[in-house]
């Protein structure tokens, strides 16, 4: 079947959108925004991970109260906290650089 359709050929003159700058830099900024959070968060989560281990070892209350689960509800909400909101923070960042640099290119 495939074989009996009309191939299509493009044309080798492709006309750029004006539009495909910013897709690459939209995917950039994403790319650089989850580069960013997944550092971040990596680090929020081994911060957080030594005071919740040691406090559930020494401190009789988190002793008899927190389980394994709950300890790894902790550690992991650090860690997707600081995922988000640096993510929405590089992004918003490079939203405002590229909304300024267009502004200043029309003034």
């Not at 700058?21 to 990596?42: C, L, M, P, Y």
């Not at 020494?58 to 992991?76: D, R």
């Amino acid at each position: 079947m495939r074989n009996s359709l009309p191939s299509i050929q493009v044309s080798s003159l492709i006309v750029a959108s004006p539009d495909e700058q910013r897709g690459v830099d939209s995917k950039s900024s994403i790319r650089e925004a989850v580069q960013e959070g997944f550092k971040n968060a990596s680090i929020a989560a081994a911060v957080t991970a030594v005071p919740t281990l040691v406090g559930c070892r020494v401190i009789p209350w988190a002793k008899a109260n927190l389980n394994h689960t709950a300890q790894a509800l902790i550690i992991s909400a650090a860690g997707i906290a600081a995922f988000f909101v640096t993510a929405d923070k590089t992004i918003l960042g490079r939203a405002r650089e590229n909304s300024m640099g267009k502004y200043d290119k029309t003034g």
